[in-house]
């Protein structure tokens, strides 16, 4: 039998999410956004906030592979997010060659995984190289321009649409650009130049495929002005998401998103259309943490890939894709080398078994609230399912510490908690109360029905 716990603010007995945010508006409980946002989220072919529907990974791969995508697949990821090259798949103007994506969205389908295609980089069909400065080194080099004139910009929109109509009801999510605020626009960014290529691409697209998913500008963290102008442009009117890449350095924790996305709502929300035909969410389109020297320990790179799936849930981001699937190479004081879930070899690194944790311990669930802590560091989220089973997860951004929880008279002797290994534990109730430990890497609680929450 499980335990009846009493959690205050209370949670309403009711299996549907919508009568327990009513439960919890009225006994003034803290509600995570996340349930303002769940009902909108239906526009396009954008998963709703439900694990682990919008859990994504990227990859670096379009032939064979199959051995990652079957570790891909049981981790229980259901994005990959991927290039999908101009340069490599129009060789001869007006010729186009789908076939290496053809292969690896089938490869996908088979598995139950969703395509997240880039339209990326340019053609040296349409654009010259020009000089640039390397941002590491300062060295002046020679790079192939982005589509900038107005010969490069129809010739990129034309192929994306022609790439859109291919794909077809492929359930395929189709993002304009990567990074344009940063040293991937050459031959340097230029907000203006990009929002031209993203309208005309965003505006074909929609005409070949009016139903297709199409996310933009897909930036470098949060550039203010370079967001700002971008949404002022009245792309808003054909894009179904609003994708950025929230990356921070390893002391800002996942959580610390939650401000930026905020703030970027209110910039959406003002610049949306007058008459919206659909609500336009925010899309964690690429952010991860690397274990290398300097970075964070293999056990904090698994604790906030974890994170920040849930913290990213909360704030109503319905689809979070983890940089990377795989390191880049084997050298430990290598950034770039130390992003992946697995080593080159495909070993699983601690972030691995956290993920497949995370997607087979909650799979089904949403989040329903967050628990009202005493401190704010502490998160304790609540999470039902369609059958009315609640879990909770929680962890905390302090030190490590217990939190208690009140019981209603049950039978039940212990609680089963579930580590981020996946490996159970149990916790004995004394006089009614259980205490869970909390540190920084999310812990599962099996609590059973809502009927078991007052």
Same mark, same amino acid.
Do not use: C
């Given at each position: 039998?499980?335990?009846?716990?009493?959690?205050?603010?209370?949670?309403?007995?009711?299996?549907?999410?919508?009568?327990? +945010?009513?439960? +919890?508006?009225?006994?003034?409980?803290?509600?995570?956004?996340?349930?303002?946002y769940a009902s909108a989220i239906n526009a396009a072919e954008i998963p709703d906030l439900v694990l682990p529907a919008g859990v994504g990974v990227n990859i670096h791969f379009t032939r064979g592979h199959e051995r990652d995508l079957d570790l891909?697949?049981?981790?229980?990821?259901?994005?990959?997010?991927?290039?999908?090259s101009w340069g490599a798949t129009e060789q001869n103007k007006g010729s186009y060659d789908w076939s290496e994506y053809d292969e690896l969205t089938a490869n996908l389908e088979r598995r139950g995984i969703r395509a997240y295609y880039i339209f990326?980089?340019?053609?040296?069909?349409?654009?010259?190289?020009?000089?640039?400065?390397?941002?590491?080194?300062?060295?002046?080099?020679?790079? +192939?321009?982005?589509?900038?004139?107005?010969?490069?910009?129809?010739?990129?929109?034309?192929?994306?649409?022609?790439?859109?109509?291919?794909?077809?009801?492929?359930?395929?999510?189709?993002?304009?650009?990567?990074?344009?605020?940063?040293?991937?626009?050459?031959?340097?960014?230029?907000?203006?130049?990009?929002?031209?290529?993203?309208?005309?691409?965003?505006?074909?697209?929609?005409?070949?495929?009016?139903?297709?998913?199409?996310?933009?500008?897909?930036?470098?963290?949060?550039?203010?002005?370079?967001?700002?102008?971008?949404?002022?442009?009245?792309?808003?009117?054909?894009?179904?998401?609003?994708?950025?890449?929230?990356?921070?350095?390893?002391?800002?924790?996942?959580?610390?998103?939650?401000?930026?996305?905020?703030?970027?709502?209110?910039?959406?929300?003002?610049?949306?259309?007058?008459?919206?035909?659909?609500?336009?969410?925010?899309?964690?389109?690429?952010?991860?943490?690397?274990?290398?020297?300097?970075?964070?320990?293999?056990?904090?790179?698994?604790?906030? +890939?974890?994170?920040?799936?849930?913290?990213?849930?909360?704030?109503?981001?319905?689809?979070?894709?983890?940089?990377?699937?795989?390191?880049?190479?084997?050298?430990?004081?290598?950034?770039?080398?130390?992003?992946?879930?697995?080593?080159?070899?495909?070993?699983?690194?601690?972030?691995?078994?956290?993920?497949?944790?995370?997607?087979?311990?909650?799979?089904?669930?949403?989040?329903?609230?967050?628990?009202?802590?005493?401190?704010?560091?502490?998160?304790?989220?609540?999470?039902?399912?369609?059958?009315?089973?609640?879990?909770?997860?929680?962890?905390?951004?302090?030190?490590?510490?217990?939190?208690?929880?009140?019981?209603?008279?049950?039978?039940?002797?212990?609680?089963?908690?579930?580590?981020?290994?996946?490996?159970?534990?149990?916790?004995?109730?004394?006089?009614?109360?259980?205490?869970?430990?909390?540190?920084?890497?999310?812990?599962?609680?099996?609590?059973?029905?809502?009927?078991?929450?007052?």
């Amino acid at each position: 039998m499980l335990p009846r716990l009493e959690i205050t603010p209370a949670i309403s007995q009711s299996t549907t999410i919508v009568r327990a +945010l009513a439960a +919890l508006v009225q006994t003034g409980g803290w509600l995570t956004g996340a349930l303002f946002y769940a009902s909108a989220i239906n526009a396009a072919e954008i998963p709703d906030l439900v694990l682990p529907a919008g859990v994504g990974v990227n990859i670096h791969f379009t032939r064979g592979h199959e051995r990652d995508l079957d570790l891909i697949a049981a981790a229980g990821f259901k994005f990959i997010r991927m290039d999908f090259s101009w340069g490599a798949t129009e060789q001869n103007k007006g010729s186009y060659d789908w076939s290496e994506y053809d292969e690896l969205t089938a490869n996908l389908e088979r598995r139950g995984i969703r395509a997240y295609y880039i339209f990326d980089y340019s053609s040296p069909l349409y654009e010259e190289t020009a000089a640039s400065k390397n941002p590491i080194s300062g060295h002046e080099e020679k790079a +192939l321009a982005s589509p900038q004139h107005p010969a490069s910009v129809e010739a990129f929109a034309r192929w994306a649409a022609a790439a859109a109509k291919h794909f077809h009801g492929r359930h395929v999510v189709w993002e304009i650009w990567n990074e344009p605020n940063i040293f991937f626009w050459q031959p340097k960014p230029d907000v203006n130049q990009y929002t031209a290529l993203a309208l005309a691409t965003a505006k074909a697209v929609r005409a070949a495929d009016p139903p297709a998913t199409i996310f933009a500008p897909a930036t470098s963290e949060f550039p203010w002005p370079f967001l700002e102008s971008f949404l002022k442009s009245g792309a808003l009117e054909f894009l179904d998401g609003v994708s950025v890449h929230p990356y921070r350095p390893p002391s800002r924790p996942p959580e610390t998103a939650a401000e930026d996305f905020q703030k970027l709502r209110g910039l959406i929300a003002t610049n949306a259309p007058s008459q919206p035909k659909k609500s336009i969410p925010i899309i964690s389109g690429e952010w991860g943490y690397s274990s290398n020297a300097k970075g964070v320990s293999l056990e904090n790179q698994a604790a906030f +890939l974890v994170r920040q799936q849930l913290s990213n849930l909360l704030n109503g981001v319905p689809i979070s894709i983890w940089y990377d699937w795989k390191n880049d190479g084997d050298d430990p004081n290598e950034n770039e080398h130390n992003f992946g879930t697995v080593s080159p070899s495909l070993e699983p690194k601690p972030a691995y078994t956290a993920v497949k944790t995370l997607t087979h311990e909650l799979g089904g669930f949403r989040i329903a609230g967050r628990y009202h802590a005493v401190s704010q560091d502490d998160f304790v989220l609540i999470l039902t399912n369609a059958p009315g089973e609640t879990k909770l997860a929680a962890w905390t951004l302090g030190q490590p510490h217990p939190i208690t929880f009140h019981l209603k008279p049950s039978t039940a002797k212990e609680i089963i908690l579930v580590n981020g290994a996946s490996q159970e534990s149990k916790e004995v109730i004394n006089n009614n109360q259980f205490a869970l430990p909390l540190d920084g890497t999310p812990r599962y609680v099996r609590l059973g029905h809502p009927e078991n929450l007052r």
